[in-house]
Antibody, heavy 120, light 113 residues
Framework: EVQLVESGGGLVQPGGSLRLSCAAS????????MHWVRQAPGKGLVWVSH????????TYADSVKGRFTISRDNAKNTLYLQMNSLRAEDTAVYYC?????????????WGQGTLVTVSS | DVVMTQSPLSLPVTLGQPASISCRSS???????????LNWFQQRPGQSPRRLIY???NRDSGVPDRFSGSGSGTDFTLKISRVEAEDVGVYYC??????????FGQGTKVEIK
């Protein structure tokens, strides 16, 4: 069974930093692209970042470029999102999601999400 | 960036009746190989999203056959043939043809009348 478990969310002051983790199990992690997608309270889904299977290629939404860094440790089956210079508008539930880039070329599984609140 | 526009944004439906959600993209989602990477996700209240449909019309394993996807080019539709109580939630289309960024529609909230 595919499982994605996010952790690391919490309350942080504007300008602060936070690192999110996503522990993957139930599939061969190093075969899949991964994404972070966020959802502000009561709002829709917004794509944040993607990383390819070996970590050699990453992309970011313009709203987070230069502040967020996506990475992965395939030996630990874990995805990360380092978030710096956080702003109030970054407040959201952050989901990690698997991308079946070889067959369906689409996000197929999502974690349960971790809430990040940026507030003083 | 490709803009995805869903309509309606709110859809009250009577149990057992059909429902239809439209998703339009600002440019064609067909790639040079003839594939369109248009997906539909369901998010039930308090839950994470779940994929229902990939590549326009392919239903995921375990998804009831009352859900169907169709469309081409820039116009796509998700249909529920007979709405059940468990179908309440927000439905999102998402394109994966022209990335980055991957882009979602605003979401359509399905509720029971």
């Amino acid at each position: 069974e595919v499982q994605l478990v996010e952790s690391g969310g919490g309350l942080v002051q504007p300008g602060g930093s936070l690192r999110l983790s996503c522990a993957a199990s139930g599939f061969t992690f190093n075969n899949y692209w991964m994404h972070w997608v966020r959802q502000a309270p009561g709002k829709g889904l917004v794509w944040v970042s993607h990383i390819n299977s070996d970590g050699g290629s990453t992309t970011y939404a313009d709203s987070v470029k230069g502040r967020f860094t996506i990475s992965r440790d395939n030996a630990k089956n874990t995805l990360y999102l380092q978030m710096n210079s956080l702003r109030a508008e970054d407040t959201a539930v952050y989901y990690c999601a698997r991308d079946d880039s070889t067959v369906t070329q689409s996000i197929d599984y999502w974690g349960q999400g971790t809430l990040v609140t940026v507030s003083s | 960036d490709v803009v995805m526009t869903q309509s309606p944004l709110s859809l009250p439906v009577t149990l057992g009746q059909p429902a239809s959600i439209s998703c339009r993209s600002s440019q064609s989602l067909v790639d040079s190989y003839g594939n369109a990477y248009l997906n539909w996700f369901q998010q039930r209240p308090g839950q994470s999203p779940r994929r229902l449909i990939y590549k326009v019309s392919n239903r995921d394993s375990g998804v009831p056959d009352r859900f169907s996807g169709s469309g081409s080019g820039t116009d796509f539709t998700l249909k529920i043939s007979r709405v059940e109580a468990e179908d309440v939630g927000v439905y999102y289309c998402m394109q994966g043809t022209h990335w980055p960024p991957w882009t979602f529609g605003q979401g359509t909230k399905v509720e029971i009348k």
